[in-house]
């Protein structure tokens, strides 16, 4: 999951801004990872030593791999380690920055070593250890001084990132999670209640061209128009996440929860009883904006 969190990470250093993050997220489908970048994840190479055998690669008709080994930089058997590597795929978004110009191998080095250390992402072995590190990454984002959030919360987040991977897509890129006392003014949007022994109010709101996107990569079909279809699309993702999120409760622990109907807000007012969050979603085809308020 860590890798949704990459982006918001380099917003919050100010690396690139959010058109460029944009740009490079629509080029990922279509790009392939490089030797040089998984070696420099891996520790194997630095970036200048990345650098010196692209240099090479120009007077060789010879893969990456085989020019490190001549040049006396790698073992074949740390080059088939790296071949045989799972890549985590937020590596390919820095090598996008690197092909176009916004980073350097050099930064990208430093900057995946200052990833790794404020997140501790290293060789996770458990699914605990990956939900410990999701924790982390919502409770702080790329601030230095995380707020506090409570359990309530990081559960309902950590099932609704796994929900958008799930069905809608892996290439997104989450801002920071802020708190919102204001009332907030719709696009369009979708809210539900769940009431029991915890009290939420959650809203999808996104403008049109974005929920059409959103609704054809949900139901898995190419809508032209923002139709019935379309909308119901996307209350039934609201819905199916918030059951879900029901159902865990359940099993796990024991509480009983009641969803109402969706609602639909169109250039409407929202209020809310409580303090509330609200979460930015970033994907290559608009921006999604998720509101919760557990009450």
């Known amino acids: 999951m860590y890798t949704q969190f990459f982006g918001n990470f380099l917003l919050n ?37 990345v650098d010196h055998i692209v240099i090479t690669q120009t007077h060789k008709n010879k893969r990456f ?55 501790e992402i290293f060789d996770l072995e458990s699914n605990e250890e990956q939900k410990n590190l999701v924790v982390g990454l919502i409770t702080g984002f ?10 309530s919360v990081i559960d309902y987040l950590t099932l609704f ?34 009431s029991g022994n915890i009290a939420i109010q959650s809203a999808l709101d996104m403008d049109t061209d974005t929920a059409i996107n959103f609704a054809s990569r949900y139901a898995n079909e190419d809508f032209s128009s923002f139709d019935e279809y379309a909308r119901a699309s996307l209350e039934d993702f609201l819905n199916l996440h918030n ?8 099993n796990e622990r024991s509480v009983e929860l009641s969803l109402t109907p969706p609602e639909v807000h169109s250039e409407d007012i929202l209020e809310f009883e409580t303090q509330t969050y609200l979460l930015s979603i970033m994907f290559p085809f608009g921006i999604l904006h998720f509101i919760l308020d557990f009450q």
């Open 65 to 119: 791999g085989e020019v490190a080994i001549e040049e006396g930089y790698l073992t074949k058997e740390q080059v088939d380690f790296v071949l045989e590597k799972q890549k985590p795929s937020y590596l390919l978004l820095g090598q996008i920055l690197i092909e176009d110009g916004k980073l350097s191998n050099s930064d990208f080095e430093n900057l995946i070593s200052d990833y790794q250390s404020q997140y």
């Open 243 to 250: 059951g879900l999120y029901s159902v865990n409760m359940s």
């Open 13 to 49: 250093k100010d690396v690139i801004s959010p058109e460029e993050l944009i740009k490079a997220m629509e080029k990922q489908a279509a790009i392939h990872l490089k030797f040089g970048t998984l070696a420099i994840h891996e520790g194997l190479l630095t970036a200048s030593e």
């Open 161 to 194: 990132f796994n929900n958008l991977v799930r069905f809608i897509g892996n290439d997104f890129m989450p801002l920071d999670l802020v708190r919102y006392e204001e009332e907030y003014p719709t696009n369009y949007c979708i809210s539900q209640r769940i």
């Open 142 to 151: 790329g601030k230095s001084e995380p707020e506090p959030v409570s359990q």
